[in-house]
């Protein structure tokens, strides 16, 4: 069968139409390589609770704000944000947006307010998101070499000592 995508494939009594975009775990991959997708669904469900955390902001405290906040940006910013490595700028600067609104509203100030930065490492201790998938990957890759990982990804992450030193001669030099 031909759908409006390409063919179709029948199973039983379903068929299954070709699609652009797909959600996988909470991952949206499309045809386009860059995931745009996922990072404008992820972003634009962020600042919708981003909001609807605005309206409950007078009726809690700054500790529990802070650690509501908190909860829901590694829950949705941070996962699954390794596979934003080595995306270009324009695509982690919509989630580094969405950090920082998040970040205004723990800290109550208004969108113009100058020292966001300041703020987001010596007040709230968070990583810009660059700095976020970076240091996701490095956990990974350190899970990964003490064998404490899943074998589909430790199978893949060999320590440096154990390729051939005839290129590397940092090796041998500890």
């Known amino acids: 069968m031909l759908g409006n995508n390409g063919p179709s494939l029948k199973l039983g009594q379903d068929t299954v139409a070709p699609s652009n975009h797909v959600r996988v775990l909470g991952v949206t991959f499309s045809s386009d390589p860059s ?6 669904h992820v972003s634009a469900t962020c600042f919708y609770w981003i909001r609807q955390f605005r309206r409950v902001r007078r009726s809690l405290d700054d500790d ?10 590694t829950s949705r910013v941070d996962y699954c944000n ?3 490595a080595g995306s270009p700028k324009s695509t982690t600067d919509t989630l580094q947006r969405v950090l920082n609104a998040a970040a205004r509203l723990v800290t109550n100030t208004d969108k113009y307010d100058r020292g966001l930065s300041s703020l987001f490492h010596d007040h709230l ?17 350190r899970r990964c070499l003490e064998d404490k990982a899943p074998t589909y990804l430790s199978d893949y992450c060999i320590p440096v000592i154990a390729v051939s030193s005839r290129h590397l001669h940092s090796v041998n030099q500890h």
Do not use: C, Q, S
Not at 35 to 40: F, G, I, Q, T
């Open 64 to 73: 529990a704000m802070k650690t509501l906040v908190h909860a829901f940006i």
């Open 125 to 141: 201790h968070w990583l810009n998101v660059p700095g976020r998938i970076e240091y996701k990957l490095a956990v990974m890759n």
């Open 82 to 84: 390794a596979v934003l």
């Open 35 to 40: 995931l745009d997708d996922h990072v404008a």
